[in-house]
């Protein structure tokens, strides 16, 4: 099975910066659309982000300008870096991505277990 190992989380003060990291591992094909998705107490969880395999990004209103998605084909990871940090992106974020196992004709999706970043004075 493919695993994906988020790291980079933690505490913050407001208007601090933060990068996020997950790298895929195992067995598969290659990897599609990887994404950062959030889960905020008492909030569902939410797309922050995503990146197509060649490039092209899109993000939540909330934080455009603020955060940018990358990604490293060859290393297989995907990177969230997170600037002006506000109390509201607290959340646990956890890495999605949309991976073609080996002999597969459709892509499968995989999740981490998430990283907690908390923004608080």
């Known amino acids: 099975q493919v695993q994906l190992v988020e790291s980079g989380g933690g505490l913050v003060q407001p208007g601090g910066s933060l990068r996020l990291s997950c790298a895929a591992s195992?067995?598969?094909?290659?990897?599609?659309?990887m994404a950062w998705y959030r889960q905020a107490p008492g909030k569902e969880r939410e797309l922050v982000a995503s990146?197509?395999?060649?490039?092209?990004?899109n993000y939540a209103d909330s934080v455009k300008g603020r955060f940018t998605i990358s990604r490293d084909n060859a290393k297989n990871t995907v990177y969230l870096q997170m600037n002006s940090l506000k109390p509201e992106d607290t959340a646990v974020y956890y890495c999605?991505?949309?991976?073609?196992?080996?002999?597969?004709?459709?892509?499968?999706?995989?999740w981490g277990q998430g990283t907690q970043v908390t923004v608080s004075s």
């Open positions: 999605n991505a949309h991976v073609i196992r080996w002999g597969a004709i459709f892509d499968y999706d995989y």
């Open positions: 195992g067995s598969f094909a290659s990897i599609n659309t």
């Open positions: 990146i197509t395999r060649s490039g092209n990004t």
